[in-house]
């Protein structure tokens, strides 16, 4: 198993490290190469957002967020460097629908894109955070995943066709069914959790973020006090250093070291 993490989305927010902590953020994506194909973790911001910003992903957050929409930092333009056939995509696994996670399902419209019951659920009602337009292309879903042992006292599921290795996790609080993606390297020993936006900025894990991150974090939440729930459970695994943490925009992994 290899795991690629890779920017699929510059953001320049207004104010920049002064009020957010931070002179730019990402959005990070995981690709990982299994021994017959690769799976997808979220897909950034893709070509036809690129290519059509206002209807995709809204003025209004173009405005607020000022992504670069380069081509460039596509994820299937990533495989070129990495030479890799995006056509190997087998699988897309969400961590939750928000537009700046799932741009790019478009770009790979054979993948079958796996996510708990209630972000599907939450893109099939038109809920908050759904821009129709980023699923007009018609999803190919997989069968919803199966009930596994919990990891960490938290509920997980396997994917259906997937290894048991590669699991989503509940994390729950930033929007309906969000949740986590654990990624176990078993010949290594080593486990990654993937936490979407169960936190936007490693200084939320020891309390000390500027207030504009906690600001907005409140300002994007489903569930607070699920939210903050799941911040501490992230915070307490910072700090046992036992997984490796990444989450979707922090330029700086909230724990360890990039491996790509």
Known sequence: MRI????CGTLHVPGGAAVFGSSHFVCRCLLIELEDRLVAVDTGIGLRDVESPGPRLGEDWVAQVGP?????ETLFARFGSLGLDPRD???VVLTHHHRDHAGG???????RVHATRACRAAVEA????????QWAHGVRWAPAPVPAVPWRGQTSWTLDGLPASLRLVALAGHSPGHAGVLVEDVLRGRELLHVGDAVHHRAQLTRTAPPAVEAFAA????????RLRTQRLLAELADEGSVRLVNSHDPVPLTGRDRT
């Open 4 to 7: 690629h993490e890779l920017n």
């Open 126 to 133: 038109g809920g908050e955070g759904v821009m129709p337009a």
């Open 105 to 111: 399902l478009a770009d790979f419209p054979w993948a």
């Open 68 to 72: 670069v929409l380069d081509p460039g």
């Open 219 to 226: 300002s994007a939440q489903h569930d607070e006090a699920a």
């Open 89 to 91: 995509v087998s699988d």
